[in-house]
């Protein structure tokens, strides 16, 4: 069964730490791998990784993924209380049209 | 009105009762989704309308039934449900044969079975 797996699910940190969230799948026919922000109700769309060891970057936010190891990490630097949010990563799979496996999420707490 | 719209808001029932959450995509969009997203759990696809028909269903009880009239809206009719059924409901469009990260999400209907 395919399955996407975040730690840790919840993390309180203070403002301008730097944080690693973790992602890991176990999925049959890989296509790519996905972050989003969910700030209260609707999650939105930070990156997608599709080949191994290219760093997707955004601001304070970057992003790699290992598929030989099958994992991906957003990073957040030097954070802000504008960053809590769940973060969510997913998984598309070939065979499943576009369609995407979800992890359940980590809840990052900035505290100023 | 820009974006995908979800009604409502906020939506508290009993066992008994028969309820539909709406949501409307304004963004020229042709395949719409449902989401479940409960506390700690992954958000779970209950079900797909690609050009108005039904593209997958996602083992979700018949409790939940789908409506989908026309590209822009998507209804989801709910009757008989049970208190493991409270949870925030999202709904999703996307173009159609596009990558999935292509998804614009809804505010959701919080929903709450007592």
């Known amino acids: 069964e395919d399955k996407v797996v975040q730690s840790p699910l919840s993390l309180v940190v203070h403002e301008g730490d730097t944080v690693t969230l973790n992602c890991s799948y176990e999925v049959t026919n890989f296509r790519s791998l996905l972050w989003y922000k969910q700030e209260k109700k609707a999650p939105t769309f930070l990156f997608m990784l599709t080949s191994s060891g290219i760093e997707k970057k955004s601001g304070r936010l970057s992003s790699i993924l290992d598929k030989k190891e099958l994992f991906s990490i957003l990073n957040i630097t030097a954070t802000q209380t504008g960053d809590s949010a769940v973060y969510l990563c997913?998984?598309?799979?070939?065979?499943?049209?576009?369609?995407?496996?979800w992890g359940a999420g980590t809840k990052l707490i900035i505290k100023p | 009105e820009t974006g995908v719209t979800q009604t409502p808001r906020h939506l508290v029932m009993g066992m008994t009762n028969k309820k539909s959450l709406k949501c409307e995509q304004h963004l020229g969009h042709n395949a719409m989704y449902w989401y479940k997203q409960s506390a700690k759990k992954p958000l779970e696809l209950m079900f797909v309308y690609n050009f108005k028909e039904q593209t997958e269903n996602n083992s979700v009880p018949s409790r939940f039934s789908p409506e989908c009239p026309n590209s822009s809206h998507l209804f989801l009719h709910l009757h008989t449900l049970q208190p493991e059924d409270s949870a925030l409901y999202l709904c999703a469009s996307s173009q159609a044969g596009t990558v999935a990260y292509e998804q614009y999400f809804g505010p959701g209907t919080r929903l709450t079975v007592t």
């Open positions: 997913a998984v598309e799979v070939k065979q499943r049209n576009y369609q995407l496996i």
